[in-house]
C-alpha cells in the first residue's frame, strides 16, 4: 500500500507540474486557453495572475516530490508530514475550486483526484 501511496503522490506531483507549465508559461496559447476556458481577452487580462497561480502549484508539487525522495531515504516520519502538508492542500485547492464553479469540476477531479487518493493509500499503510 505504501508504494501505491507514493506513485499516486508522485502522479499529483507531475498534474501539478503540468499545471504550473501551462498557467505560468501557456495561458495565452489557443489549446491552454481551451482547457480553461478563457477567451484571448481574458486571458491577456489574468496572465499575471495565471502566472501566480502557476508557481503556487509547482511548489505543491516540490513539497509532495520532497515527500517521495525522504520515504525513499527512509525518512518516514518527515515524508507523511510532508505528504500530508502538499497533497493536503492540493486536495483542498480542488475542493475550492469545485464550489466556487461548478463547470470546474472535471478540473477539479484532475487536481485532486491523485492527491487524494495518495493520502487515502497514504492512511492505509499503518
Not at 12 to 34: G, Q
Not at 60 to 80: D, E, K, P, W
Not at 82 to 96: C, D, E, H, P, R
Request: proline share 2%.
Amino acid at each position: 500500500m505504501v508504494s501505491l501511496a507514493y506513485v499516486l503522490l508522485g502522479l499529483a506531483a507531475v498534474v501539478h507540474v503540468c499545471i504550473f507549465w501551462l498557467e505560468s508559461f501557456a495561458w495565452t496559447a489557443s489549446r491552454t486557453r481551451a482547457a480553461f476556458g478563457t477567451s484571448p481577452e481574458e486571458a491577456e487580462v489574468t496572465r499575471a495572475l495565471a502566472y501566480n497561480q502557476g508557481f503556487y502549484n509547482l511548489f505543491l508539487a516540490v513539497v509532495v516530490a520532497a515527500a517521495i525522495v525522504l520515504r525513499i531515504a527512509g525518512h518516514t516520519q518527515g515524508s507523511v508530514a510532508l505528504a500530508i502538508a502538499g497533497a493536503g492542500s492540493m486536495v483542498a485547492a480542488a475542493v475550492v475550486l469545485a464550489t466556487s464553479d461548478h463547470s470546474k469540476l472535471r478540473a477539479a477531479a484532475i487536481q485532486g483526484a491523485a492527491p487524494a487518493l495518495g493520502l487515502i493509500a497514504l492512511a492505509f499503510t499503518g
